[in-house]
């Protein structure tokens, strides 16, 4: 089973070193947003690349609507991917969507990781009573609506709001990748993204975090950034990068690699 | 961000790529900005079609099938008139981002699905095909265009529910095939290890929550589950729900037949103090008697939310009962009985662990994140996309339908008339028994080398069936011919002819020759002749030079057979290219650069070296004779795709290879000394000169450059293997950054023809901040760390080295590079190849690569400071473009005058004044860290240079250098090897002189003094301030010209003082001081220098 799956998510590990490193891409993005950054680490870790099921590079025929309700089957993927590859600790680097994934995990699985370090992390995407998420739930819906009238305008308003900082290089990479999902799978992803709340169970990780910010982000307010420092139960931090938008490592790698690294060395 | 029609059309089969020109018709009649997936929805009903046709089987029968097609019509009518039009009507409407991507969708499903797809892709992915060539097919294009949301609402509209249209599309009409369905493959399957999981997923009806909670249940130990999580309550209101509402028969089947009991009322009540403690133990004994009597797995007690338990309000002493009372039941039913519960947050669930710590082991608690309300909530699942995608998962699979026999795929496929032709001819030459290899051969040599492999394997197979007679191989035979002459026909004639002909041009000149040696050892003078009469048509767009080599090609293959006659005639050759040498040491020198290109790979450069060396030759003259850009950059495009086809047909040809390469090493070899003993001098000599006449203080860095350069260039140089190179690596190490910079420009300049073939990086430019107004800021110093913002820096370099290939690069701070960097640098290095961060690789085999760093290779020390200096190059490095100001102040005495000179310089202010000298450092630090070249110098030359304070770094400080580069030791350790390993590979390591900028300032010093007694006289004394001498000595440093600064204290300064006699009244006591003035800057530049136009007067 192991290998189908491996197979099936483009799981690769690369570089060399004793310790694993886990790269887990958030959402409409794959394994390739990473490339900026793999360089600086695969001399020192093994580093371990895989794609969401939901990301474009994998078949969508893997994709299914039944299982992949909620972020538990996500889960489910990562920890087989580990149990697959024998890795017994690793740290782990998640952005966004995968943050969230590697905090359950972590829940699950809390003597596999080292560290968790959580890019663009937020527990909960909506606005409830005193916490402060980013979105209203009409928003959302507005939004998700758009996807399904218009995917393609969705897309080219949605990436460059999203990567935030002025690259236009970034800006493509992220709508490639975007446009590469399948629209179906976006938007049931997307659904399901927003729906999780992950604020009750963040005590539960014992793991420590360190969570990395950039100044502004469209998806992530700096509040949840305290706020995920405040109720993650391990012992965390908070990293303020100093660039702009929801995908430092496509907008600025050099700045992320380095920060990552020492993060990582703490 | 449109797709141009073209691009997208390159993607398509030609019957896909007619629908998309239908699509963009339809567009343009409605004067749309893009083509969109609804525009080809219309062209794709418009005509008879796969879509239409599917259409008509999809329907729902109850309306007339006439209707349903006029509503879907209008309804796609009316969506396209929602559009908005775009002013201008386009003769193109580019395709717009989502049909693109739903292109690209079908691509990667075809990709992963060959088995469906013609049999020519067959063939294609054998060879390692790039994607590009994967042509998309109407079905996988209509597939894909049926994902995109818009299509499928504008298809509900009419009654239409898309994935029943797939179904139709992937189902042929006709049921000749089998109708086999294989489970869809989704990821769960795959988990085979899990039972439970896959026993579920196939059954379980959305709830994940449910799935988990059931998994919990099933476990030896902690097998109750609390869940845990804002949505924690719902969950477990849904799944109680769920199993009694008798849905059971979702679980998995160990635990079919469980009840849930909910005391969560009870419990609440009691806790509240609104029952007695016998009436909550009856309860619970009810309870456990029903677990007992269960036929069933057993039963869930669900005691609810914690936070009933953990409220203020509540008693303490009857929350204990409970959880005693609980306990007990499951010590005694523990078989038969679960607990459930849930926690809206861990933090009530830690208050009750506070309060009762051995909780979780009494009741075998499980906490289990809950991170999203079911499913089936409402929110989700409005959405018509989802249903109609869930029975979809796993079509694409069902391959039986998708194989169309191997013959219709032949009929349906309509070759061009020339290859018919040719296929007829040869299809009789097979019957007759004869020979196969002829003309096809011939023809497959103008297929690129990827697909002529193929076809010689086609070949080998041919033959092998050519041993048994019988007529069923002879149709084998032909039916591969067939097959054969299709793909040759669909490759050349009907896809990218451009791309056909270039790669034609140059496969016939060796490509030939390999086979000739090779298969036809014989060489008959028929088959050169063949061959000549091939050349002529291609070879009718080449470049003369290029046309005038094949003539000597041919004459060197036939004598391939005695070695004696082709060692006669490679004398003879070399008369000839000394004679072309010799013709060309007239013409200037570089007129003689091009003979880098000599180094063509090794296996091409073997098999027929006489004519690589002609080639180039020839080149070099045009080279000479036009610097016009776009013949040259023409010639090494065409010569890159020689290279690379060299390559990939090396692996052929290796025996042949190997024994003409022999023969052939001498004549390389032999030209090289020879042609260089001569080009020498000539070569050294010029650019020695030219060189100085830019970098006037640099006399030994200059020659070993110059020697390094011409010695390169003579043929000297680097040999790789068998193999000349024509990349040439210098290193320049040690300070006087403007003094590198330039030489490195000169040397674009010179080898290349202008300044612009400069390529300057700074790979330090990470950790560098450059303030404003620097003298040595960004653009004037080619710091262009601006320009390649969100790029790495070695994809910055492929694309300008793409750009222009021939080119000087020029790599400041080599040894701030970072991991990416070092490993293409040291790649390129060996290979002669530049890789970009994607991994595609450039050629630099016409570039001069110079890498600069303030370290020195010896003893890794700053120069610089070993001998305290007055103006230190660090110093110079942050100086900025102030304003200037002449005030006056008096004197006490005239102590000050020595020397004679009435002009002097006041020290710098570090020595004065400790204080403000740390207060300076707090900043500086940072800008140290960050400015110039310095490595890791700070550190170690300040370790040095502590006692003269000469880099203004405070001791205290020296931690802090550190903390730039966060890297750890190891890291920079690392570093460290790897530049000494890269400079032990470069033609040569030239070590720089420092600047010797007090020489300077004494000179200039001087020079203002004379001018000052001239227009002054000789009372009064002039004071620069150190700032306003570093300013003149930075804008000495960094002109192009010899007199600047002397020109700027002629037209600038003397003016100024001479107003300043004017204004003042100026005694044997007064002094008039030149300062900088710190915060304002040089508004207005004079001309040649970085000086200030006027300086103010106070």
Same mark, same amino acid.
């Given at each position: 089973m192991g /290998? ?5 998510? /483009?799981v690769?590990v ?24 793999l360089p600086?680490?695969?001399p020192y870790?093994?580093?371990?690349l895989?794609d969401?099921?939901?990301a ?12 992949y ?5 996500y ?7 580990l149990?697959?590859l ?7 680097v ?5 943050a969230?994934i590697?905090?359950?995990?972590s ?5 596999l990781?080292t ?10 995407f909506? /606005?409830?009573k005193d916490?402060?998420?980013?979105f209203?739930r ?22 460059p ?6 690259v ?11 446009f590469?999902?399948r629209?179906?799978?976006t938007?049931?992803v997307?659904?399901?993204?927003? /729906? ?10 014992k793991?420590?975090c ?6 502004r982000d469209?998806s992530?307010?700096?509040?949840v950034?305290?706020?995920l420092?405040?109720h993650?139960g391990?012992r965390?931090?908070?990293e ?10 496509l907008s ?10 020492r993060?990582?060395?703490? | ?6 691009a997208?059309?390159?993607c398509?089969?030609?019957e ?5 020109d239908?699509a ?5 009649r409605?004067?749309?900005a ?5 525009h080809a929805?219309?062209a ?5 079609s796969?879509l239409?046709?599917?259409?008509a089987?999809?329907?729902s ?7 349903q097609?006029?509503a ?6 009316v969506?396209?008139d ?5 002013s201008r009507?386009?003769e193109e ?17 075809q990709?992963?699905?060959?088995e469906?797809?013609?049999?020519h892709h067959q063939?294609?992915?054998g060879?390692?095909?790039t994607?590009s060539l994967l042509?998309v ?9 049926l994902?995109?949301p ?7 509209e ?9 179904i ?7 049921t000749r ?8 493959i989704?990821?769960?399957?795959l988990?085979?290890s899990d039972?439970?999981?896959r026993?579920f ?9 449910s ?5 919990v ?5 902690g097998k109750?589950p ?8 719902d ?5 109680t729900?769920?199993i009694n509402?008798?849905?059971?028969s ?5 635990l079919?037949?469980?009840s849930?009991?909910s005391a969560?009322?009870d419990i ?9 403690e016998?009436k ?8 456990g008697s029903a677990a007992e ?5 057993g039963?869930v007690?669900?005691?609810?939310d ?21 306990t007990?039941?499951?010590?005694l039913?523990g078989?038969?009985?679960?607990l ?5 947050t861990?933090e009530t669930?830690s208050k ?5 710590p051995s909780?979780e082991k ?6 289990l994140?809950?991170?999203?309300v ?14 109609s995608f869930?029975p979809?998962?796993?079509f694409?699979?069902?391959?039986s339908?998708?194989r169309i ?5 032949n009929?349906?496929f309509t ?5 018919t032709?040719?296929?007829e001819?040869?299809?009789?030459l ?8 002829s ?5 497959s040599?103008?297929?690129p080398?990827?697909?002529?492999m193929a076809?010689l394997?086609?070949e ?7 041993t ?11 039916l591969?011919l067939?097959?054969?002459w ?10 990218q002819p ?6 034609a041009r140059?496969?016939?000149?060796s490509a030939?020759?390999?086979?000739l ?5 014989e ?5 050169s002749s063949?061959?000549?009469s091939q050349?002529a048509?291609p ?14 090609e041919?004459d ?6 005695s070695?004696?006659?082709?060692r006669n005639?490679q004398?003879?050759l070399?008369?000839?290219v ?5 013709i060309?040491?007239k013409?200037?020198w ?5 003979t880098?290109?000599?180094s ?7 098999s027929?070296p006489v004519t690589?060396?002609?080639?180039d ?10 610097s ?8 090494s495009?065409d010569?890159e795709?020689?290279?690379?086809f060299?390559g990939?047909?090396?692996a ?7 024994s003409t ?13 020879n042609?260089?003993g ?13 060189l100085a ?7 030994e ?13 003579a043929?000297n140089?680097r040999?790789?293997g068998?193999s000349l190179?024509?990349?040439i690596?210098?290193?320049?190490l040690?300070p006087?950054k403007?003094?590198k910079k ?15 073939s ?10 560098r901040v450059?303030?404003?107004?620097m003298?040595f ?14 790029k790495?820096?070695?994809?910055y ?6 750009k222009?290939?021939h080119s000087?690069v020029?790599?400041?701070?080599v ?13 390129a290095?060996r290979?002669?190849?530049f890789?970009d961060?994607?991994g595609r690789?450039i ?5 001069v690569i110079?890498?600069?760093s ?6 890794r020390?700053f ?5 305290p200096?007055?103006?230190p ?10 304003q200037?100001?002449i ?23 570090g020595f004065?004044?400790?204080k403000?000298v740390n ?11 960050v400015?110039g070249?310095?490595f ?5 030359a300040?370790?040095?240079?502590r006692?003269?304070?000469d880099?203004n770094?405070?001791?205290d ?8 580069d966060?890297d750890?030791d ?7 090897a790897?530049l000494?390993?890269?400079?032990d ?13 007090d020489?300077?300032a004494g000179?200039?010093v001087?020079?203002?003094?004379l001018?000052c007694?001239?227009s002054?006289?000789t009372k ?5 301030d150190y700032e306003a001498?570093v300013?003149?000595?930075a804008?000495?440093?960094l002109s ?7 020109e700027w204290?002629?037209q600038?300064?003397?003016?100024s003082?001479?107003?300043?006699r ?7 006591q007064s002094?008039?001081?030149l ?8 508004e ?15």
């Amino acid at each position: 089973m192991g /290998n189908t799956l491996l197979e099936a998510l /483009n799981v690769r590990v690369e570089g060399s070193g004793q310790k694993f490193l886990v790269l887990a891409h958030g959402f409409g993005t794959d394994q390739s947003v990473w490339k900026g950054i793999l360089p600086s680490f695969t001399p020192y870790y093994r580093v371990i690349l895989y794609d969401l099921v939901c990301a474009g590079s994998v078949n969508p025929d893997y994709f299914d609507f039944r299982r992949y309700t909620t972020l538990d089957s996500y889960v489910d993927d990562l920890i087989n991917i580990l149990d697959a590859l024998k890795v017994d600790r690793c740290a782990y680097v998640g952005h966004s969507f995968s943050a969230m994934i590697g905090i359950l995990a972590s829940i699950r699985r809390p003597e596999l990781f080292t560290k968790l370090i959580l890019i663009g992390a937020s527990p909960r995407f909506l /606005n409830d009573k005193d916490y402060h998420g980013g979105f209203e739930r009409g928003e959302i819906e507005k939004v998700l609506y758009a996807m399904e009238a218009n995917y393609n305008a969705w897309v080219q308003g949605f990436a460059p709001l999203a990567v935030g900082a002025d690259v236009p290089d970034a800006v493509r990479e992220f709508s490639r990748t975007l446009f590469n999902m399948r629209p179906d799978i976006t938007l049931f992803v997307s659904r399901s993204i927003f /729906n999780s709340d992950l604020r009750g169970v963040l005590g539960l990780v014992k793991v420590s975090c360190c969570i990395f910010q950039t100044t502004r982000d469209v998806s992530v307010p700096t509040s949840v950034a305290t706020y995920l420092r405040d109720h993650l139960g391990g012992r965390n931090t908070v990293e303020t990068l100093d660039t702009e938008g929801h995908l430092p490592h496509l907008s600025a790698p050099g700045l992320l690699a380095t920060k990552l690294r020492r993060a990582l060395s703490r | 961000m449109p797709t141009p029609v073209s691009a997208a059309r390159q993607c398509l089969t030609e019957e896909a790529a007619r629908v998309l020109d239908d699509a963009v018709a339809v567009a343009r009649r409605r004067s749309h900005a893009q083509t969109t997936s609804l525009h080809a929805i219309s062209a794709l009903l418009a005509l008879p079609s796969a879509l239409r046709d599917a259409c008509a089987r999809a329907r729902s029968g109850a309306y007339s099938p006439r209707l349903q097609f006029r509503a879907l019509e209008l309804s796609v009518g009316v969506s396209l008139d929602r559009l908005p039009s775009s002013s201008r009507a386009l003769e193109e409407p580019p395709v717009s981002n989502s049909l693109m991507a739903a292109i690209k969708r079908s691509q990667a499903n075809q990709r992963r699905h060959p088995e469906s797809c013609h049999l020519h892709h067959q063939i294609i992915q054998g060879q390692q095909q790039t994607t590009s060539l994967l042509k998309v097919e109407l079905k996988h294009l209509i597939l894909s265009i049926l994902d995109d949301p818009i299509v499928s609402r504008v298809l509900g509209e009419a009654g239409f529910r898309s994935c029943d249209i797939k179904i139709a599309i992937i189902q042929p009409p006709v049921t000749r095939f089998s109708r086999t369905r294989f489970p869809p493959i989704f990821l769960c399957n795959l988990t085979d290890s899990d039972p439970v999981q896959r026993s579920f997923s196939l059954e379980v009806s959305g709830d994940e929550n449910s799935r988990r909670i059931a998994q919990v249940l099933l476990k030896k130990t902690g097998k109750n589950p609390l869940l845990v999580g804002t949505c924690a309550i719902d969950a477990l209101r849904s799944f109680t729900e769920c199993i009694n509402k008798g849905k059971g028969s979702s679980l998995p089947a160990e635990l079919a037949g469980l009840s849930v009991s909910s005391a969560e009322n009870d419990i609440s009540e009691f806790v509240n103090g609104g029952g007695s403690e016998d009436k909550l133990g009856l309860k619970f004994k009810e309870l456990g008697s029903a677990a007992e009597q269960c036929s069933g797995p057993g039963i869930v007690v669900n005691f609810g939310d914690l936070k009933a338990l953990i409220e203020e309000s509540v008693s303490g002493v009857a929350v204990s009962f409970v959880v005693s009372q609980l306990t007990r039941l499951l010590e005694l039913h523990g078989e038969k009985l679960w607990l459930m519960g849930a926690a809206g947050t861990n933090e009530t669930y830690s208050k009750l662990l506070g309060r009762f710590p051995s909780i979780e082991k009494d009741w075998d608690l499980h906490p289990l994140p809950i991170t999203s309300v079911p499913f089936n909530d409402g929110f989700c699942s409005k959405s018509s996309l989802m249903g109609s995608f869930v029975p979809f998962g796993g079509f694409f699979s069902t391959t039986s339908d998708f194989r169309i026999p191997l013959s219709r795929t032949n009929q349906s496929f309509t070759r061009c008339k020339l290859c018919t032709e040719k296929y007829e001819q040869e299809a009789a030459l097979i019957q007759k028994g004869g020979s196969t290899s002829s003309v096809a051969d011939q023809y497959s040599e103008s297929l690129p080398s990827w697909l002529r492999m193929a076809e010689l394997d086609a070949e080998k197979l041919v033959d092998v069936a050519k041993t048994t007679d019988d007529p069923e191989a002879l149709n084998a035979k032909i039916l591969r011919l067939q097959k054969k002459w299709n793909d040759i026909c669909w490759q050349i004639h009907q896809v990218q002819p451009k791309l056909d002909i270039s790669h034609a041009r140059f496969q016939v000149p060796s490509a030939e020759d390999f086979l000739l040696s090779a298969n036809r050892k014989e060489g008959s003078s028929k088959d050169s002749s063949v061959i000549k009469s091939q050349h002529a048509n291609p070879s009718s767009s080449m470049p003369t030079d290029f046309q005038k080599v094949f003539p000597f090609e041919q004459d060197i293959q036939i004598p391939v057979a005695s070695a004696a006659e082709n060692r006669n005639f490679q004398s003879e050759l070399l008369d000839k290219v000394s004679k072309s040498q010799q013709i060309e040491m007239k013409s200037p020198w570089f007129a003689r650069y091009p003979t880098p290109n000599l180094s063509l790979p090794p296996d091409c450069a073997s098999s027929s070296p006489v004519t690589s060396v002609t080639t180039d030759l020839g080149l070099g003259t045009l080279y000479a004779s036009a610097s016009q850009e776009p013949d040259s950059s023409k010639i090494s495009g065409d010569k890159e795709c020689l290279q690379n086809f060299s390559g990939s047909v090396s692996a052929e040809v290796d025996a042949v290879s190997e024994s003409t390469s022999h023969q052939v090493a001498p004549s390389s070899s032999c030209s090289g000394p020879n042609m260089g003993g001569q080009s020498d001098i000539r070569d050294f000599k010029s650019l020695r000169r030219f060189l100085a006449e830019k970098v006037c203080w640099q006399d030994e860095a200059i020659c070993s450059i110059s020697k390094a350069i011409s010695c390169c260039r003579a043929g000297n140089g680097r040999h790789r293997g068998s193999s000349l190179r024509g990349d040439i690596w210098l290193t320049f190490l040690g300070p006087d950054k403007v003094g590198k910079k330039r030489i490195a420009s000169a040397l674009a300049e010179l080898m290349f023809g202008t300044k612009e073939s400069l390529i300057s990086v700074d790979l330090g430019f990470q950790d560098r901040v450059y303030q404003s107004n620097m003298i040595f800021g960004h653009n004037e110093f080619g710091c262009s760390g601006t320009n390649f913002r969100g790029k790495t820096v070695i994809d910055y370099i492929a694309g300008e080295l793409r750009k222009k290939p021939h080119s000087v690069v020029f790599l400041q701070n080599v040894d701030k590079a970072d991991n990416l960097a070092q490993r293409s640098l040291s790649q390129a290095i060996r290979t002669g190849k530049f890789a970009d961060s994607y991994g595609r690789e450039i050629s630099i085999n016409n570039t001069v690569i110079v890498m600069a760093s303030m370290i020195t290779k010896g003893d890794r020390t700053f120069l610089s400071s070993k001998e305290p200096k007055q103006f230190p190059e660090e110093i110079i490095l942050k100086a900025r473009r102030y304003q200037m100001q002449i005030l006056m102040e008096c004197i006490a005495g005239d102590s000050d005058r020595s020397n004679g000179m009435n002009v002097r310089v006041t020290p710098r202010k570090g020595f004065l004044n400790p204080k403000s000298v740390n207060k300076r450092r707090l900043t500086e630090t940072r800008d140290s860290m960050v400015q110039g070249e310095i490595f890791e110098m700070p550190k170690r030359a300040h370790k040095l240079s502590r006692s003269y304070l000469d880099l203004n770094l405070p001791v205290d400080d020296l931690e802090d250098i550190d903390y730039g580069d966060c890297d750890s030791d190891s890291i920079s350790e690392n570093s460290e090897a790897w530049l000494e390993e890269l400079f032990d590979q470069v033609d040569e390591n030239v070590d720089f002189k420092s600047f010797n900028f007090d020489a300077l300032a004494g000179k200039i010093v001087k020079d203002i003094s004379l001018k000052c007694q001239r227009s002054l006289g000789t009372k009064v004394v002039l004071e620069i301030d150190y700032e306003a001498m570093v300013q003149m000595l930075a804008a000495a440093w960094l002109s192009d010209r010899n007199r600047a600064v002397e020109e700027w204290v002629e037209q600038v300064l003397c003016r100024s003082l001479a107003e300043a006699r004017q204004k003042y009244h100026l005694t044997a006591q007064s002094a008039l001081k030149l300062v900088t003035c710190e915060g304002t800057f040089v508004e207005e530049q004079a001309p040649g220098a970085c000086l200030p136009a006027r300086i103010n007067l106070n």
